[in-house]
């Protein structure tokens, strides 16, 4: 049996599994019908609810999040992000955020989408403390601990 899923929030899923069996030298059969408790976390399945990390911002906490926010104004964003591993020990995710130009001012500029990556690690007492998000050639490393630049939010 396999189980695939897809999409960024856990969810838990009971499966309904049939096994018939039939004896050649009878002309009887039985069906046996069991549940089965699958928790699903993105595009990975497992059989047990292990507890993963956390990615835990000023205002969101949860695991595998679409859209990742560093700036209130909207000037560092994340969005659309896809992600490729979360388990115990890191989660790394794809996704694109915007540079402004602030050509004339950054009221005015415009914005350029670039492909960015987020790496989470070092996790302690169930949620990740480091952050590195690259983009446009360029890679910022966040600490949980320092707070200063560690994402204010993120949503599912």
């Not at 396999?2 to 049939?18: D, E, P, Q, R, Y």
């Not at 039985?30 to 205002?59: H, K, N, Y």
């Not at 679409?66 to 659309?80: C, E, H, K, W, Y």
């Not at 403390?129 to 993120?154: C, F, H, K, M």
Request: hydrophobic residues 35%.
């Amino acid at each position: 049996m396999a189980i695939a899923g897809c999409g960024s929030s856990a969810a838990t899923k009971t499966v309904i599994v049939t096994t018939s069996t039939v004896t050649a030298s009878a002309s009887t059969s039985s069906s046996v019908t069991t549940a089965a408790s699958v928790t699903t976390i993105g595009a990975a399945t497992t059989s047990s609810s292990a507890a993963l990390p956390l990615l835990i911002t000023m205002g969101w906490s949860g695991v595998e999040p679409s859209t990742v926010d560093f700036s209130a104004d909207g000037g560092n964003i994340v969005t659309g992000i896809k992600w490729v591993s979360w388990t115990a020990t890191g989660a790394t995710g794809d996704g694109a955020s915007g540079i402004q130009s602030c050509v004339p001012n950054c009221a005015q500029g415009t914005t350029k989408q670039v492909p960015t990556t987020i790496v989470l690690s070092d996790p302690v007492n169930g949620h990740f403390t480091r952050l590195v998000e690259t983009r446009n050639g360029t890679s910022t490393v966040d600490s949980y601990s320092s707070q200063e630049s560690w994402p204010i939010g993120a949503q599912a």
